[in-house]
């Protein structure tokens, strides 16, 4: 008998659900994400620096309610006009800096690195951003973004073993 009322009790224990419950935040800890987010639209007659277009503008600000109940770490930018406009906003709306990479040397896992356990919006290009996930992920499923577009951008997250799990997604935040 005693035997059996201890293996009811052990069975009991292990069906306790000891994580959390609906409604309460998962624990993040140990998990790296990254935003890897394309300048919003450049203007054409600037040369190869140019500044972002009034649409562009629009953009950069809308980024700032898409990020609104989103934890941001850090935001980071490549040393670009049309780059570091796009994540302006967002910076002066958690009260940040912008911090600039060098997008010629640095790769995704020096990123990885010095984000770790962090949660990043880092600006930058259409052939950067691709690339950067593509590294995370240690495979090549995406190819850069089209000239034109403006609305995609990839989420990625590694956890502490180097396990990753990326997406490209799309979000058109300007009125139509």
């Avoid at 224990?13 to 959390?20: A, E, I, K, V």
């Avoid at 302006?88 to 040397?105: F, G, K, S, W």
């Avoid at 770790?116 to 951003?129: C, E, W």
Wanted: net charge negative.
């Amino acid at each position: 008998m005693k035997k059996l009322l201890l293996l009811l009790t052990f069975l009991s224990l292990l069906s306790c659900n000891t994580g959390p419950k609906q409604g309460e935040p998962v624990d993040n800890q140990g998990i790296t994400t990254f935003y890897f987010i394309r300048h919003a639209e450049k203007r054409t007659d600037q040369g190869s620096d140019p500044e972002l277009t009034e649409e562009g503008k629009k953009r950069a600000d809308a980024w700032v309610n898409y990020f609104f109940l989103k934890n941001v770490d850090n935001i980071i930018s490549s040393d670009y006009k049309r780059t570091k406009a796009t994540a302006a906003p967002l910076a002066a709306a958690h009260d940040m800096d912008v911090e600039i990479y060098d997008v010629r040397t640095v790769k995704a896992l020096d990123l990885l690195e010095k984000y770790r356990g962090k949660t990043v919006a880092l600006f930058g290009h259409s052939n950067t951003i691709n690339e950067y996930t593509n590294q995370l992920q240690n495979d090549s499923i995406y190819n850069p973004l089209d000239d034109n577009d403006y609305d995609s951008y990839f989420y990625v997250r590694v956890s502490e073993s180097g396990k990753s799990s990326g997406v490209k997604e799309s979000m058109d935040f300007m009125e139509k």
